[in-house]
Every structure is written in structure tokens, then in C-alpha cells.
T-cell receptor, first 112, second 114 residues
Framework: DAKTTQPPSMDCAEGRAANLPCNHSTISGNEYVYWYRQIHSQGPQYIIHGLKNNETNEMASLIITEDRKSSTLILPHATLRDTAVYYCGQGAGGTSYGKLTFGQGTILTVHP | NAGVTQTPKFQVLKTGQSMTLQCAQDMNHEYMSWYRQDPGMGLRLIHYSVGAGITDQGEVPNGYNVSRSTTEDFPLRLLSAAPSQTSVYFC?????????????FGPGTRLTVL
């Protein structure tokens, strides 16, 4: 009964866009979509989050489908330093604050 | 700011031993949590706290105790370690005033139970 599912691995050429998908099969109306990444077994690092609308920040863009059952993290110009494990997750905040659940992660390899 | 700090970085225990994993943050964050990370399982929430004196269970709380006597510290206790608790443990914190679940993670503690 996994809440979020991700492909185990993806490759991307340096300089190209990396599009990482995530399925949120059980997401509820008040849950946000979150993306984190983990480099070299360090602690995960927050990237971006969204509720319904697409979002963009200095690190990435987030596309959420209208039914909110899937999302895509976009790294517009991937670099070698973007090689990492990327986790999508969902959490409600509010009275459910802290119950952030993660997918199993996608290993993104950016190659020259 | 040091952010979120965790000690020790590495620990080896024998089955049945007890120990406490330390976590501290200097950002005055209300919310703190503990996750464990196992191969193929991703990150799983163990316990969390929304403020001093308030704790709650996450997805995998069995075998672990927590307390939150101060805003800064959130220790995780293993009362009787088992090999199934071999894992990497991450502590995280966030501000309830910010975007929900935008969490800052510590560097992790790698625990091996023999």
C-alpha cells in the first residue's frame, strides 16, 4: 500500500533536462507534494513542494497533474553535481504535521 | 548556525544493549523528527514532535522511545537493540511557521547491531 512510487533509476546527459516522475496513488486533498534529494548518503535536502499549481524555484520546477495523482520534478539543465537519489513525498501539515511519507527514491545519474 | 547536528556518526552495538542517539538544532524550530533509512525502503518516520513536551509516533515506532524536554534537543532511545535496528538514522527539524514539512536534515548516524 505504498503511497508514492518512483522509478528506481534514471540517466540524464549533462546540460539536458532531467524529468523525474512520481506517482501519488493515495494522496488526499490537503496533502502537499514534496521533493528532496540525497547526495553521497548525506542528509536529504529539500528541493521544492506544491499543492495544486506548478511551482518553480532556483533549484527546480514541479509539475503536478490536475488529479494530483502524479508529479514530475524537472531539473532544467542537469549538471554532474545533480547526481543523487531523489525522493518524492507527501504530507499534510496542519494537524498532520510531520507525517511526511517518502517514496523509495530514484537514483539519477548525470553523465558527461 | 550549525543547523541540525547528530551524534555519534557511527555506532556498533551488541544485541540487547541500549543507547541514545542525540539530535540538536539551533534554529528554534518547533518540529523535530527521526527517520530511519534502509536499502530499498527509503526514509521511514519513527517518531516526531511538534514542540517541547509533545511527541507522537510515526510509521515505525516499535523499539524506540523519544522525549522532548527542550526545543533544541530530541534524543532517540533504543532500549534493547536488535539486529533489525541496523540502519542509518536521520534527525530533521522544521519551523511550523514555514511551509509544512520543509525539513532540514542532520548528517545521520550509522548504527550496526550485531
Amino acid at each position: 500500500d505504498a503511497k508514492t512510487t518512483q522509478p528506481p533509476s534514471m540517466d540524464c546527459a549533462e546540460g539536458r533536462a532531467a524529468n523525474l516522475p512520481c506517482n501519488h496513488s493515495t494522496i488526499s486533498g490537503n496533502e502537499y507534494v514534496y521533493w528532496y534529494r540525497q547526495i553521497h548518503s548525506q542528509g536529504p535536502q529539500y528541493i521544492i513542494h506544491g499543492l495544486k499549481n506548478n511551482e518553480t524555484n532556483e533549484m527546480a520546477s514541479l509539475i503536478i497533474t490536475e488529479d494530483r495523482k502524479s508529479s514530475t520534478l524537472i531539473l532544467p539543465h542537469a549538471t554532474l553535481r545533480d547526481t543523487a537519489v531523489y525522493y518524492c513525498g507527501q504530507g499534510a501539515g496542519g494537524t498532520s504535521y510531520g507525517k511526511l511519507t517518502f517514496g523509495q527514491g530514484t537514483i539519477l545519474t548525470v553523465h558527461p | 548556525n550549525a543547523g541540525v547536528t547528530q551524534t555519534p556518526k557511527f555506532q556498533v552495538l551488541k544485541t540487547g544493549q541500549s543507547m541514545t542517539l542525540q539530535c540538536a538544532q539551533d534554529m528554534n524550530h518547533e518540529y523535530m523528527s527521526w527517520y530511519r533509512q534502509d536499502p530499498g525502503m527509503g526514509l521511514r518516520l519513527i517518531h516526531y514532535s511538534v514542540g517541547a513536551g509533545i511527541t507522537d509516533q510515526g510509521e515505525v515506532p516499535n523499539g524506540y522511545n523519544v522525549s522532548r524536554s527542550t526545543t533544541e534537543d530530541f534524543p532517540l532511545r533504543l532500549l534493547s537493540a536488535a539486529p533489525s535496528q541496523t540502519s542509518v538514522y536521520f534527525c530533521a527539524s522544521s519551523s511550523l511557521a514555514g511551509a509544512p514539512d520543509t525539513q532540514y536534515f542532520g548528517p545521520g548516524t550509522r548504527l550496526t547491531v550485531l
